[in-house]
């Protein structure tokens, strides 16, 4: 059998590697348009930030070595420009020549990748105006710093590569200025309270962000790049990154008539097989089945599509394998702090209908006991009926790594808050705390769910009148003089059981602390004294988290 691969990067890589290891005769020919297969996409800032400082780290594999280790045929620089169902052939563009021919397949496998998205009022030709996708596009930005001895910069989006432009662009001393469309970042990972922290970590930086920016033109003044935004105001910088978003490139499925979806994605099977029952396709191209919502998405990122190429091959070779869905992990590096998420995010779980609700916890990463301890904050939303986790939010210095795969686990499993009670995690002081952070998320849950505490939250508190409702802070007398939430009285924790006289039973008690765990247990005593009263989940951290962004 010869199966002809469109794409040479991580799915289509995959792809090739697991058919060879299955079928030791078939034929495998790659067709990449760029001079390089098998890079690594995610580490392009990093080489640019020089954390990664030789280029031979960028590029994992050869067209000769894959071809030693694999016996795969790789062409490079040949772009598919049209492929006919039919006959069952490619026409490929030589691009070292300029000449065309046509390679025939038995199947077919499509995995071209996502452009980086260029607004139309982006000039077409400027030297200072920057996307990133490719080993190229690294070593032209890289080189340009060096070459013009930029000073400043200015990246347009805040998703994964905009934001590690940023921090790679500082690390070379530049000044950079951050233009976002919506009123934060990574809305795709987290929600806006979450997002706020990263916001803090941004500024602490130094970088300059502005948000709900409508960019309606660039244009290059002289030794500038400027950008200017719906109210006229403009920014203006050395250069210029592009790091809107991407759109899956799905031209060549779509003029060979397969079935594309609105967003534009490639339409396919739980067996990543297109409408064509010979072509397959993957990465980020393609159009997935969320596996949370069950609702279709697109969600390009490196390690599903890495499955999906071992999913491919094994179809190809006979074996019946399926896709079961993207949960959309993912983590980020951001200066001193990491964020990450699984699952949905607060927005996602809406749109889906679900009817959820949502815990926040600030444990530390490890026993504080031991050096340099480090709050993680997390954010866990799970059905009401059920408690089904249905997503995470983690953002930290330290151990939001592991609890976000704890976490991807355990929705990958159909897991429960309840079952996170149960986790016998790995601890010791350096590591862990008895209870572990994922631990303590569960705890917090099955406490709403067995109902031994009603929650309300930040976005509720604009909603609360204070002649209707006793807003109650049981932090210390010191906490409380430094800085509160308007029109909270201070009763202390400790000496609660003291004041009860002073709460009038027949108003509802909503309570506050720091994070939530005393609000808790202050609600435990109100409530066993004849007391109707709620505790702020997140507490005052993430009242503060919002509303002093």
Same mark, same amino acid.
Request: glycine share 8%.
């Given at each position: 059998?010869?199966?002809?691969?469109?794409?040479?990067?991580?799915?289509?890589?995959?792809?090739?590697?697991?058919?060879?290891?299955?079928?030791?005769?078939?034929?495998?020919?790659?067709?990449?348009?760029?001079? #390089? @297969? *098998?890079?690594?996409? %995610?580490?392009?800032?990093?080489? &640019? =930030?020089?954390?990664?400082?030789?280029? /031979?780290?960028?590029?994992?594999?050869?067209?000769?070595?894959?071809?030693?280790?694999?016996?795969?045929?790789?062409?490079?620089?040949?772009?598919?420009?049209?492929?006919?169902?039919?006959?069952?052939?490619?026409?490929?563009?030589?691009?070292?020549?300029?000449?065309?021919?046509?390679?025939?397949?038995?199947?077919?496998?499509?995995?071209?990748?996502?452009?980086?998205?260029?607004?139309?009022?982006?000039?077409?030709?400027?030297?200072?105006?920057?996307?990133?996708?490719?080993?190229?596009?690294?070593?032209?930005?890289?080189? #340009? @710093? *060096?070459?013009?001895? %930029?000073?400043?910069?200015?990246? &347009? =989006?805040?998703?994964?590569?905009?934001? /590690?432009?940023?921090?790679?662009?500082?690390?070379?001393?530049?000044?950079?200025?951050?233009?976002?469309?919506?009123?934060?970042?990574?809305?795709?990972?987290?929600?806006?309270?979450?997002?706020?922290?990263?916001?803090?970590?941004?500024?602490?930086?130094?970088?300059?962000?502005?948000?709900?920016?409508?960019?309606?033109?660039?244009?290059?003044?002289?030794?500038?790049?400027?950008?200017?935004?719906?109210?006229?105001?403009?920014?203006?910088?050395?250069?210029?990154?592009?790091?809107?978003?991407?759109?899956?490139?799905?031209?060549?499925?779509?003029?060979?008539?397969?079935?594309?979806?609105?967003?534009?994605?490639?339409?396919?099977?739980?067996?990543?097989?297109?409408?064509?029952?010979?072509?397959?396709?993957?990465?980020?191209?393609?159009?997935?089945?969320?596996?949370?919502?069950?609702?279709?998405?697109?969600?390009?990122?490196?390690?599903?599509?890495?499955?999906?190429?071992?999913?491919?091959?094994?179809?190809?070779?006979?074996?019946?394998?399926?896709?079961?869905?993207?949960?959309?992990?993912?983590?980020?590096?951001?200066?001193?702090?990491?964020?990450?998420?699984?699952?949905?995010?607060?927005?996602?779980?809406?749109?889906?209908?679900?009817?959820?609700?949502?815990?926040?916890?600030?444990?530390?990463?490890?026993?504080?006991?031991?050096?340099?301890?480090?709050?993680?904050?997390?954010?866990?939303?799970?059905?009401?009926?059920?408690?089904?986790?249905?997503?995470?939010?983690?953002?930290?210095?330290?151990?939001?790594?592991?609890?976000?795969?704890?976490?991807?686990?355990?929705?990958?499993?159909?897991?429960?808050?309840?079952?996170?009670?149960?986790?016998?995690?790995?601890?010791?002081?350096?590591?862990?705390?008895?209870?572990?952070?994922?631990?303590?998320?569960?705890?917090?849950?099955?406490?709403?769910?067995?109902?031994?505490?009603?929650?309300?939250?930040?976005?509720?508190?604009?909603?609360?009148?204070?002649?209707?409702?006793?807003?109650?802070?049981?932090?210390?007398?010191?906490?409380?003089?430094?800085?509160?939430?308007?029109?909270?009285?201070?009763?202390?924790?400790?000496?609660?059981?003291?004041?009860?006289?002073?709460?009038?039973?027949?108003?509802?008690?909503?309570?506050?602390?720091?994070?939530?765990?005393?609000?808790?247990?202050?609600?435990?005593?109100?409530?066993?004294?004849?007391?109707?009263?709620?505790?702020?989940?997140?507490?005052?951290?993430?009242?503060?988290?919002?509303?002093?962004?």
């Amino acid at each position: 059998m010869k199966t002809l691969i469109i794409g040479g990067v991580a799915g289509g890589a995959s792809v090739a590697a697991r058919l060879r290891r299955l079928d030791e005769e078939a034929e495998i020919i790659i067709l990449e348009r760029g001079e #390089y @297969i *098998s890079f690594a996409n %995610c580490g392009l800032p990093y080489y &640019i =930030g020089d954390v990664i400082t030789k280029k /031979e780290y960028l590029v994992l594999q050869t067209p000769q070595s894959f071809d030693a280790r694999f016996r795969v045929e790789v062409r490079t620089f040949s772009e598919a420009i049209a492929i006919d169902p039919e006959k069952k052939t490619v026409t490929v563009k030589n691009l070292r020549t300029g000449e065309n021919y046509e390679e025939s397949y038995d199947k077919l496998v499509l995995s071209p990748g996502a452009e980086p998205i260029r607004p139309s009022y982006v000039p077409a030709e400027s030297d200072r105006i920057f996307k990133l996708r490719n080993i190229p596009d690294t070593y032209k930005i890289k080189d #340009y @710093i *060096s070459a013009k001895q %930029c000073k400043s910069a200015i990246v &347009i =989006g805040g998703g994964y590569i905009g934001l /590690e432009m940023v921090e790679n662009l500082r690390r070379t001393g530049m000044e950079v200025t951050l233009l976002q469309r919506s009123n934060q970042v990574l809305r795709n990972t987290l929600d806006y309270d979450m997002a706020c922290l990263i916001h803090k970590e941004l500024k602490k930086q130094g970088v300059q962000i502005h948000f709900n920016q409508a960019v309606t033109s660039v244009e290059q003044q002289g030794s500038t790049i400027c950008v200017k935004n719906a109210e006229g105001q403009s920014f203006c910088a050395d250069m210029l990154i592009l790091a809107i978003g991407v759109a899956p490139e799905s031209d060549l499925a779509r003029n060979a008539g397969l079935a594309v979806a609105e967003n534009g994605c490639i339409k396919v099977d739980e067996h990543l097989r297109t409408s064509n029952e010979d072509i397959y396709a993957l990465g980020d191209a393609i159009e997935v089945t969320h596996f949370v919502s069950g609702l279709k998405a697109h969600i390009p990122l490196a390690g599903p599509a890495n499955r999906q190429g071992r999913i491919v091959a094994d179809n190809l070779a006979g074996l019946d394998s399926v896709y079961k869905g993207t949960q959309g992990t993912a983590i980020l590096k951001c200066f001193d702090m990491t964020a990450a998420g699984t699952g949905l995010t607060e927005a996602a779980a809406k749109a889906a209908g679900f009817d959820y609700e949502k815990v926040y916890v600030f444990p530390m990463s490890h026993a504080t006991y031991y050096p340099n301890a480090c709050e993680i904050s997390m954010k866990v939303l799970f059905t009401k009926d059920t408690g089904r986790i249905l997503g995470a939010q983690l953002v930290g210095k330290d151990g939001v790594d592991k609890r976000c795969d704890v976490l991807a686990t355990a929705i990958r499993g159909n897991m429960t808050m309840y079952d996170l009670v149960h986790l016998e995690l790995s601890y010791a002081p350096p590591f862990s705390s008895a209870k572990d952070p994922v631990n303590i998320a569960g705890l917090a849950a099955e406490n709403i769910l067995t109902n031994k505490v009603d929650i309300f939250h930040y976005h509720d508190i604009a909603g609360l009148n204070p002649e209707e409702v006793t807003l109650l802070d049981v932090r210390t007398i010191k906490e409380y003089g430094k800085s509160h939430i308007p029109d909270f009285i201070n009763i202390p924790l400790d000496s609660l059981r003291d004041n009860l006289n002073k709460l009038d039973k027949s108003k509802p008690v909503y309570v506050t602390c720091l994070a939530g765990l005393r609000s808790y247990i202050a609600c435990r005593i109100l409530m066993q004294n004849g007391f109707t009263c709620k505790s702020l989940c997140g507490g005052y951290e993430i009242y503060c988290n919002v509303n002093n962004n």
